[in-house]
Structures are given as C-alpha cells and as structure tokens.
Nanobody, 121 residues
Framework: VQLQASGGGLVQAGGSLRLSCAAS????????MGWFRQAPGKERESVAG????????YYADSVKGRFTISRDNAKRTVYLQMNGLGSEDTAVYYC???????????????WGKGTLVTVSS
C-alpha cells in the first residue's frame, strides 16, 4: 500500500482544513487507517483512526469534538476534517495503514509522506 497525504496549509486559528490520504493498491479496504502528527521537537502522536469497515473510530483526547476521520473505500481515500484549529495543532500530518488493532505509530505498517499544517494565531 502506498499512501499520499495532501491538504495541508496555512490557516488562521479557529479555521478548518480537510486532509486527504490517497492510497494505491487493491487491498486498501482491508486496512485500518490512521492520522498522526509530529510537531517540531515532539514525538509523533496518534490523532485519529478508522477501521477498515469504517465502523469504529479512534480520536486522541486533544482532537475529540473538533476532528472527524472518514474513509471512502471506493476512492481509496481517507479524510481528516479538522475544525476549530489552534496553534497546538501545528504539525506535519501523516497517514498510515495497518491490518492490526493498535493505533500506536510504531505499530503502523505503511506510511505516507506528511503534509504540513500551520495554524497562525
């Protein structure tokens, strides 16, 4: 599975962005997909995850109620809708895939290149 994230950019605090992660490979629908982020000087952290069926989702406490993850298996794409952005959300965002059940970055099997999100205050 090859992944390509896009949709990052510069946004003012309180604004919104939607990230997309396009996947190649016929087995995309079998993978659970996650979004992760890494801010300067910090470790990569889990942000949100969605099971292959789309039925179970995970959110980090810091983004609950503001971010929404979704997927379209027919388009082989997973999305991250981010609302109410704050400066603490500034980071490089990555998408990743796993056939496992963990959302820890170390347990993800495939990674895409990141997309930078910068929130100005």
């Amino acid at each position: 599975v090859q992944l390509q994230a896009s949709g990052g950019g510069l946004v003012q605090a309180g604004g919104s962005l939607r990230l997309s992660c396009a996947a190649s490979g016929r087995t995309f629908s079998r993978y659970s997909m996650g979004w992760f982020r890494q801010a300067p000087g910090k470790e990569r952290e889990s942000v949100a995850g969605i099971r292959w069926s789309g039925g179970v989702t995970y959110y980090a406490d810091s983004v609950k109620g503001r971010f929404t993850i979704s997927r379209d298996n027919a388009k082989r794409t997973v999305y991250l809708q981010m609302n109410g952005l704050g400066s603490e959300d500034t980071a490089v965002y990555y998408c990743a895939a796993t056939m496992g059940s963990s959302w820890y970055p170390a347990d993800m099997e495939y990674w895409g290149k990141g997309t930078l999100v910068t929130v100005s205050s």
